[in-house]
């Protein structure tokens, strides 16, 4: 059978804060959902919004980041993969689903506590710098790494 691809992009507001927990071995996981919008025409020609909510799960590292500066409205760019678990409810005994991005790679964008809140904006017309910081759990390749360098608003292509 041939490798397929399982690759995630979001880019979004965290719904709510996080949710930390740590193994009986001491890895820290970070659970929370994030939420992307999207803007549709409907039948009569107006614009509506629809939001859809992603359940995301960090691990050690990335996880701590999260903890130390990730709460709701926190805005994230996300890479990671889609994975589905399955486990029987004590209760009822059905067979229940969650499906969740893992994080491999997170970086924060605007502003937030400690890195310059409205970071965005700009005044006087000149151009503006976003503060951001790359968190990445895979492991280190042989190219070099630029999450240091930023991304300015020239960067983007909208």
């Known amino acids: 059978m041939a490798k397929g691809v ?15 927990r740590s193994t ?5 996981i970070a659970s929370f959902s994030l939420a992307t919008a999207d803007r549709q025409k409907d039948q009569q020609g107006n614009w509506q919004d629809k ?18 500066y990730v ?14 678990r399955s486990w029987d409810d004590k209760e009822s005994g059905q067979k229940k689903y969650r499906t969740e991005i893992l994080i491999n790679e997170m970086s924060l964008l605007g502003g937030g506590p400690g890195r310059g809140e409205g970071s965005g ?23 070099p790494d630029y999450a240091d360098q930023g991304i300015t608003d020239d960067d983007i292509p909208f």
């Open 6 to 20: 399982n690759k995630v992009i979001l880019l979004g507001n965290v719904g709510k804060d996080p949710e930390i």
């Open 24 to 28: 009986a071995g001491g890895m820290t």
């Open 51 to 68: 939001t859809e909510w992603h359940n995301l799960v960090a691990f050690s590292r990335t996880a701590e980041i999260i903890r130390d």
């Open 71 to 84: 709460k709701k409205g926190t805005q994230l760019y996300v890479e990671g993969k889609i994975q589905t």
């Open 121 to 143: 904006a700009s005044s006087g017309g000149g151009s503006s710098r976003s503060n951001t910081a790359s968190y990445d759990q895979r492991p280190p390749a042989s190219q």
